[in-house]
């Protein structure tokens, strides 16, 4: 009985995955452990949340998922319009909406609502691409992409802007589509700026040159990038970062612990976190190859380049190569809400494997 309980419980683990993933929690424990330590409980009870929504995750089926996707969209869609009514501003910005029982972020819901809700679109439609399918799968992405932007929340809009576009791109969008719509948003840029809001103009002004306010705008990546620099190859050993110690590293446990690992592992320790990272992404492009359906695969695929996205920009902006945008590094920064959704991106990245051998009828 406890044999059939314990392989029940088991089996939609994927092995791989989930050996990636335990590494990486495990590192960020050790993380807040010397950046924030008065946060460990708070992590560790973050973490088996998500574990316990991952294994949740894993045990839907592809098909099941499928049929939530239109679901999970329209329920997204229709909180981040309650919330852009009725949302509580914070810090210049209405991002979170009070049901009552619970304060919910909405936009977390459509970092895997968007990929769900194109990758059924998109299965729907496997026979024949007409150039209005595209238009409206282009019209079901900006819709929450601009509601987003709206409260403003840059980050957030982007990420759930490159989930949509991956989909799209592995739906099979044409090349000369794609190079005629890069050509066309680099025309645009003098546009967007003008619609930027101030303070992320601020951001983009601060990235290419910190110096001009050290002490105001430019601090956080100033900090950041002097507790990078300063771990050399083989880093100043864990609890040892002055920059950390000291305080002198703004968000040292959320956006920046990125900065906070650099300078106590060093270059040797930043390539070890790119490995782990490279793995992941390895490990769910191979599941999106030999997912059983268009759905499973595009699905897979826009999850897997998720983590990318989140990775890329979060280490882009903490070296100080992008603007600070608000981006988490994936499983390893302090969080709840972010943690519990990459884990169930993980957690359907295991469903799919595990339902690779369907047979389609």
């Not at 869609?77 to 914070?90: K, M, N, P, Q, Y």
């Not at 840029?189 to 003008?194: E, F």
Request: aromatic share 10%; hydrophobic share 55%; charged share 10%.
């Amino acid at each position: 009985m406890i044999r059939q309980l314990w392989a029940r419980f088991i089996d939609p683990i994927d092995a791989s995955l989930m050996t990636i993933t335990g590494l990486l929690a495990l590192l960020a424990l050790g993380m807040m452990a010397s950046a924030s330590p008065e946060r460990m409980n708070t992590q560790l009870l973050n973490i088996s949340v998500a574990l316990a929504a991952m294994w949740v995750l894993a045990n839907i089926p592809p098909q099941r998922l499928m049929q939530l996707a239109l679901p999970i969209y329209l329920l997204g869609v229709f909180l981040l319009i309650a919330t852009a009514l009725f949302g509580d501003i914070a810090k210049g910005a209405r991002r979170w909406l009070d049901l009552g029982f619970i304060r919910v972020q909405p936009s977390e819901l459509l970092k895997l609502g968007m990929p769900m809700l194109l990758a059924w679109y998109f299965d729907k439609r496997e026979t024949l691409l007409r150039p209005v399918d595209w238009f409206l799968a282009v019209i079901l992405l900006v819709v929450p992409v601009g509601l987003i932007m709206r409260q403003p929340d840059l980050g957030t809009s982007l990420l759930v802007l490159s989930s949509g576009c991956y989909v799209i791109f592995f739906a099979g969008l044409p090349w000369k589509v794609i190079f005629g719509l890069l050509a066309a948003s680099i025309a645009a840029l003098p546009l967007a700026w003008g619609l930027l809001h101030d303070y992320q103009r601020d951001r983009v002004l601060t990235m290419l040159d910190p110096e001009k306010d050290p002490l105001g705008k430019g601090f956080h990546i100033i900090q950041s990038t002097i507790a990078i620099g300063s771990g050399g190859l083989f880093g100043k050993g864990w609890g040892n970062g002055t920059q950390t110690q000291l305080d002198f590293l703004p968000e040292r446990h959320t956006d920046f612990i990125f900065a906070v690992f650099g300078e106590e592992f060093g270059l040797f320790g930043n390539i070890v976190l790119l490995v782990l990272y490279t793995m992941l992404i390895a490990r769910g492009l191979m599941i999106a190859a030999n997912g059983a359906t268009v759905f499973a695969r595009l699905l897979a695929g826009a999850i897997t380049l998720i983590f990318f996205t989140y990775a890329f920009v979060n280490m882009g902006m903490v070296s100080g190569i992008l603007p600070v945008v608000g981006v988490p590094l994936p499983l390893v920064s302090y969080g709840g809400t972010a943690l519990v959704t990459l884990f169930c991106a993980i957690g359907m990245l295991m469903s799919i494997q595990n339902n690779r051998l369907l047979v389609q009828k």
